[in-house]
T-cell receptor
Framework: QKEVEQDPGPLSVPEGAIVSLNCTYS??????FMWYRQYSRKGPELLMY????GNKEDGRFTAQVDKSSKYISLFIRDSQPSDSATYLC???????????FGSGTRLLVRP | EAGVAQSPRYKIIEKRQSVAFWCNPI?????LYWYQQILGQGPKLLIQ????????DSQLPKDRFSAERLKGVDSTLKIQPAKLEDSAVYLC???????????FGDGTRLSIL
């Protein structure tokens, strides 16, 4: 079993839709949770960074962590074609430990 | 602030040849990482440096991969000899102090023929 599981997609939605991206994990020691966006032929770009449980909002993006279920989510409101990319979840045990990535979900937002 | 710089962007070699990648991290970032990202997968950590010392190289195939970070700034990753399964994007990332997140370069796309 992988430490971090993520549905590879692709997920195709119309412009303006609310998008929900999810990851599950098995290591209860994970404390830091991140979402990265990766455009084709580019490096991952940090979108959201949360510590422990709860919600965090930044513009159209909301990150949610449920440590009791070992489940994290990223919600994108009013999705745009420019949001079309691969979204990677990542997590780590403490501030200096290595990141463990999910395999990424491809998102396509249709105009 | 300039980002993480990597070169070359693309490299095509034949199996059993050698190849080297270069990374220049964000100025002042003491921690540097090399990742391997195979198509359809998330990045996998190969090696982590703190200044010019190795913190974690547990997933680096040491029989063929080597990395160094001279003077705690730039870093090079070398593969010798390359195998077909080494075809991937090699990403470099750097991080500042404390709980700051990692910032990635755009990677070197390696194809082995």
């Amino acid at each position: 079993q992988k430490e971090v599981e993520q549905d590879p997609g692709p997920l195709s939605v119309p412009e303006g839709a609310i998008v929900s991206l999810n990851c599950t994990y098995s290591n209860s020691a994970f404390q830091y949770f991140m979402w990265y966006r990766q455009y084709s032929r580019k490096g991952p770009e940090l979108l959201m960074y949360t510590y422990s449980s709860g919600n965090k909002e930044d513009g159209r993006f909301t990150a949610q962590v449920d440590k009791s279920s070992k489940y994290i989510s990223l919600f994108i409101r009013d999705s745009q074609p420019s949001d079309s990319a691969t979204y990677l979840c990542a997590m780590k045990v403490d501030s200096s430990y290595k990141l463990i990535f999910g395999s990424g979900t491809r998102l396509l937002v249709r105009p | 602030e300039a980002g993480v710089a990597q070169s070359p962007r693309y490299k095509i070699i034949e199996k059993r040849q050698s190849v080297a990648f270069w990374c220049n991290p964000i100025s002042g970032h003491a921690t540097l990482y090399w990742y391997q990202q195979i198509l359809g997968q998330g990045p996998k950590l190969l090696i982590q440096f703190q200044n010019n010392g190795v913190v974690d190289d547990s997933q680096l195939p040491k029989d063929r991969f080597s990395a160094e970070r001279l003077k705690g700034v730039d870093s090079t990753l070398k593969i010798q000899p390359a195998k077909l399964e080494d075809s991937a994007v090699y990403l470099c990332a750097s991080r500042g102090t404390g709980s700051q997140p990692q910032h990635f370069g755009d990677g070197t796309r390696l194809s082995i023929l």
